[in-house]
């Protein structure tokens, strides 16, 4: 028996790393050194990620995953995987599988018994909720808000109710859909937007819907959005808004 056929096949390895969520130098060492080191990426905007990349010299090839023809690219790759390959799946920013379309591709590793790895780091979700200001003990995670009024008020109108903050992705058309329905339904309720964070132009607004509708009126959100709604308190603060 020859040297090469008495050595064992190599293990395929699903990494799954977290990616700057605008700051490009927010990322662990760990993770670049995966970045460097994998046969492939798997990216969800290989644009973004091919910026990233290039800031931290990596050279590493890259491969679409997303946004259309998911279950066809995760049978490829869970082929490669099976085969001995090391492929790192990554969003277009920040922790995958956090409102992205991961999920198929790592239930499909598990199923062929590929290990799966984490490699933890930023996310939108986690940094919002640091600075909000508001009681997040307990939260519920809408992934990103629907643009139509219709859709919006069946998205959040019975979790407005509870006594669970509330965090959820926004652009600019949901979170104007979604102030107005706060202002009507729960006027007194607490909220903060966590805008472009980590980058120069990273803002916080927090107060009452009507409130941060003013502070927007005079300096209108930029993108990347993320929205923390205070749960109910015990004092009912649901209610129509008065007249005037």
């Known amino acids: 028996m020859s040297l090469q056929q008495s050595q064992p096949r190599r293990e395929g390895i699903l990494y799954l790393v977290a990616v700057p969520i605008g700051h490009a130098d927010d990322i662990t060492l760990r993770a670049l050194r995966v970045l460097r080191d994998a046969d492939l990426i798997a990216s969800e905007d290989p644009a973004a990620t091919r910026r990233l990349l290039a800031h931290h010299g990596i050279d ?13 690219k995760a049978a490829v790759l869970v082929d490669r995987l099976k085969q001995g390959q090391r492929i790192v799946l990554v969003s277009d920013c920040g922790s995958p599988l956090i409102a992205d379309p991961g999920s198929i591709l790592v239930a499909s590793a598990h199923a062929h018994n590929v290990r799966v790895v984490s490699i933890p780091g930023p996310s939108a979700l986690t940094a919002a909720l640091s600075v909000a200001g508001l009681p997040t003990d307990c939260f519920l995670f809408l992934g990103q808000l629907p643009d139509t009024k219709r859709a919006l008020r069946r998205v959040l109108a019975n979790h407005l109710a509870d006594e669970t903050a509330i965090v959820a992705f926004c652009t600019i058309d949901s979170l104007s859909c979604a102030l107005s329905m706060i202002e009507q339904t729960a006027p007194r309720r607490h909220l903060t937007l966590a805008c472009d964070l980590t980058t120069p132009s990273q803002r916080t607004l927090r107060g009452t819907a009507h409130q941060i509708q003013n502070l927007l009126a005079s300096h209108p959100a930029l993108s990347d959005i ?14 129509r808004a008065r007249k005037g």
Do not use: E
């Not at 590493?60 to 066809?72: F, H």
């Open 60 to 72: 590493t090839a890259l491969t679409s995953y997303g946004p259309t023809g998911i279950k066809q």
């Open 226 to 239: 993320t929205i923390v709604i205070r749960g109910r308190t015990k004092r009912t603060d649901c209610g």
